[in-house]
């Protein structure tokens, strides 16, 4: 066969000798013929380039919406290209023709040393038996694929758009394919391929005048595809370990995730992003253990999750860790009756509901108390098929977002709120163990850690009009601000460093919220630390009218003045931050007359949240009812299908 491609080959070398009357010349004029001749071919594979970056946003959100199932990822992908006409093994075409002319090459350049032309030596001698000069050759070809590499990550617009890992793989293997032939074929042939080489570079500068890769392909798009996927890659990056250990966390994680789906018929399924969110779900999960035979299966991104610790007292808590990335792909093959979550935005970013089950019943368990509207991003809860609302107010203010955006109408279950429960309860405890009583006042000032918060606004104007009372000031700044602002607390900290700990108290540890119920009176901003403190001890609150803190834009087309709002001026006193100087009237009027504000708070709490003392209780009565109910329709199924 190769002596037939030989053949043919002889009849452009020929020619070209005749014409330069130079075998060097020769190749070089044969390898330009050639290029010219697989011009077409060349724009055919430009054309299948192109339509393969056109298809890449379409395949970073499929990756993106199946995030971890390779199997259904690799379904999706294929029916894309045969829709597209889109041919993976096309790019190939071109390096397969290269080597069926470089090994019909070796006769004609055989022929033309085998004629004892004179100045045909060199032409005939192979580098790694001959060695001599003839090793620069294996040198240049190297240095060609060097070259063409670096044109082509810029100008070829498919491997432009490569990954830095397939870029360093073709490059890799031209550079070593250059290299190889280069020591190991006569130079005549490795000059081909150093000509072939270069002057592919020049056939992409043309492929592109005649098909602009801009014309065709939405580069904005794409990049826009490639964020949302490289958001999802980042995912779980900092885990701590060095790039060439394994994950400590993988085996592990690889178990939870055969064991969870090694379950057939989960009646329920409890997702929480971390340790700290089990207090949200603990009444339900509670009520359920207590008054069914149901198996909580716990799914947490937390590896150190406390619910690992409780389930080894309650066995039918079943606990799986899941990382962030891997969580992606469970939730989009859940098969669970029921999932219950405290995640915001279902369905909106990477957590997806099933594409298993559509009978899934998703529900809401709020971690607040506070304004649907103005504390929720828009669209945060349209996903979701019930809400376990804290009061009254959760549901109107549902209610108008759906009818504002026109979406699904939702279950609402007006179910209290257990964590409430439980800090009444402490808080019961510590009075009645004589721990809330404090030897002088003390003024708690507990901000949010947004922009233009109390502590980079009036801190030192308040602190100036609080002193000198006889009061204790504890300032406890969010966690998050002490981060993100280190340098501000650590000034903030050094202007006092003299005033005595028993009169200005700066609080460091976080890990405990005795301060919050111990104290006589909060100073705060937007923080939702107002309803813990308030609600909890019926004691009142002076709020700094700072900017206020709102994640949905359209909340005043809702119609309803949301609670965050409304519970200002009812459980304390609003204060222009300019007035900070003149805190210490207000917090005198409040520290004097505490059982008024403990009656008028009392009230509130009463209107604002429903089932108080048995939050827990309601929602797990509600999610008990529902797993009854869809059982009970499964076997109505089941019989009517007999």
């Avoid at 104007?461 to 280190?486: A, N």
Wanted: aromatic share 10%; proline share 4%.
């Amino acid at each position: 066969m190769f002596s037939a491609i030989a053949s043919v080959l002889q009849l452009i070398v020929q020619p070209c000798y005749a014409l330069t009357g130079n075998w060097w010349m020769a190749i070089l004029l044969f390898t330009l013929i050639t290029k010219v001749i697989l011009f077409p071919m060349s724009i055919w594979v430009q054309k299948n380039s192109i339509v393969m970056v056109q298809l890449m946003p379409e395949l970073n959100r499929l990756k993106v919406k199946y995030f971890g199932d390779r199997e259904t990822i690799g379904e999706k992908q294929n029916e894309l290209y045969k829709e597209k006409g889109y041919h993976p093994l096309l790019s190939l075409i071109p390096l397969a023709i290269q080597i069926i002319i470089l090994f019909g090459l070796v006769d004609v350049i055989h022929s033309i040393t085998d004629s004892g032309t004179p100045g045909t030596e060199f032409l005939g001698m192979v580098p790694v038996t001959d060695g001599g000069l003839s090793w620069v050759m294996p040198v240049l070809a190297g240095a060609s694929a060097v070259l063409l590499g670096f044109a082509q990550n810029r100008i070829n617009p498919l491997q432009r758009e490569q990954s830095r890992a397939e870029k360093n793989f073709t490059n890799g293997l031209s550079i070593g394919l250059s290299l190889i032939l280069g020591i190991f074929v006569a130079t005549g042939m490795a000059f081909y391929w150093i000509v072939s080489n270069l002057s592919a570079i020049a056939i992409q500068a043309l492929a592109n005048v005649v098909m602009p890769p801009k014309k065709y392909i939405d580069y904005e798009e794409l990049e826009a595809s490639r964020v949302e996927l490289d958001a999802l890659n980042s995912l779980e990056s900092d885990r701590k370990k060095k790039w060439y250990q394994r994950d400590p966390l993988a085996k592990r994680e690889k178990d939870d995730y055969k064991r969870f789906f090694n379950v057939v018929g989960k009646h329920i399924v409890f997702y929480s992003e971390g340790s700290g969110f089990y207090k949200y779900f603990k009444g339900a999960i509670e009520y359920l253990l207590n008054n069914s035979d149901a198996t909580i299966h716990y799914v947490t991104s937390d590896p150190d999750d406390q619910v690992f610790k409780i389930s080894e007292e309650q066995p039918r808590i079943r606990p799986y860790y899941v990382g962030q990335k891997r969580l992606i792909t469970l939730m989009m093959k859940m098969d669970a009756d029921i999932v219950v979550t405290t995640l915001g935005d279902l369905d909106n970013f990477y957590i997806k509901r099933s594409y298993i089950r559509k009978d899934i019943e998703y529900v809401y368990m709020f971690h607040h108390m506070t304004s649907l509207p103005l504390t929720s991003t828009k669209g945060e809860y349209e996903h979701y098929d019930t809400l376990l609302c804290v009061g009254p107010h959760q549901v109107a203010e549902d209610l108008a977002l759906e009818k504002l955006y026109g979406t699904k109408a939702k279950r609402h279950e007006l179910v209290g709120y257990d964590l409430l429960d439980e800090n009444i309860a402490a808080y019961k405890k510590l009075v009645a163990d004589g721990k809330a009583k404090n030897e002088k006042p003390v003024v708690l000032i507990a901000p949010s850690w947004q922009e233009d918060n109390i502590l980079d606004l009036c801190i030192d104007d308040m602190i100036e009009g609080l002193m000198g009372h006889g009061w204790r000031i504890i300032v406890r700044p969010h966690p998050e601000y002490t981060k993100r602002y280190r340098p501000r607390w650590d000034a903030l900290q050094a202007r006092y460093e003299g005033v005595s700990e028993d009169e200005l108290y700066f609080e460091r540890d976080f890990s405990s919220n005795t301060t919050v119920f111990t104290s006589d009176i909060l100073i705060t901003d937007w923080s939702s630390v107002f309803c813990e403190f308030s609600l909890s001890t019926l004691k009142p609150c002076v709020f700094m009218d700072t900017p206020m803190k709102v994640n949905n834009p359209d909340w005043e087309k809702v119609g309803i003045e949301p609670v965050d709002i409304s519970l200002r001026n009812q459980v304390g006193v609003s204060l222009d931050p300019a007035q900070a100087k003149k805190i210490d009237e207000v917090v005198g009027e409040m520290l004097a007359n505490p059982d008024k504000w403990h009656d008028r708070i009392e009230e509130v709490r009463a209107g604002l949240i429903s089932n108080l003392g048995h939050g827990g209780e309601a929602a797990g009565e509600y999610l008990l009812s529902s797993m009854l109910e869809k059982q009970e329709a499964r076997k109505a199924a089941s019989e009517d299908g007999e």
